[in-house]
């Protein structure tokens, strides 16, 4: 595991040990801030959720707020194109760690720029019908 997965699963574990999601939460999302030297992942739990209107994400029943995972831009991750294909991956790889279960208990976990379309990263069979 590579040093930047170990402080993403290591920030979001000490989030969600507090169990921060209240049971009118449905679905997770991680929002990404374009910010001049980082983007910044935040994750918010929303009381509903629907896959063709991303302003679902706007009903929050959590939020992380200034408490958010700084990634630091690079070559690797200079755009926002690449920036949500790396934290993607870095949810996907969460996801399947002990402490991913939790997160799966809600309809679906997203992420996308707060000011643009959100993507599904997992979602339940439920939903997938």
Request: proline content about 1%.
């Amino acid at each position: 595991m590579d040093k930047t997965q170990e402080d993403f699963n290591l920030w979001l574990d000490k989030i969600l040990e507090e169990k921060p999601f209240s049971k009118e939460t449905m679905a997770i999302n991680f929002n990404l801030y374009d910010m001049k030297k980082s983007f910044d992942v935040q994750i918010i739990g929303s009381s509903m959720y629907d896959e063709y209107d991303s302003d679902w994400a706007c009903e929050e029943t959590f939020s992380s707020k200034e408490n958010c995972f700084i990634l630091k831009k690079s070559k690797e991750i200079g755009d926002r194109e690449l920036a949500i294909e790396y934290v993607t991956e870095l949810i996907a790889n969460y996801l399947e760690t002990e402490n991913g279960k939790y997160l799966k208990e809600y309809v679906a976990v997203c992420v996308g720029f707060v000011d643009g379309e959100i993507e599904c990263v997992w979602c339940s069979e439920d939903e997938e019908d």
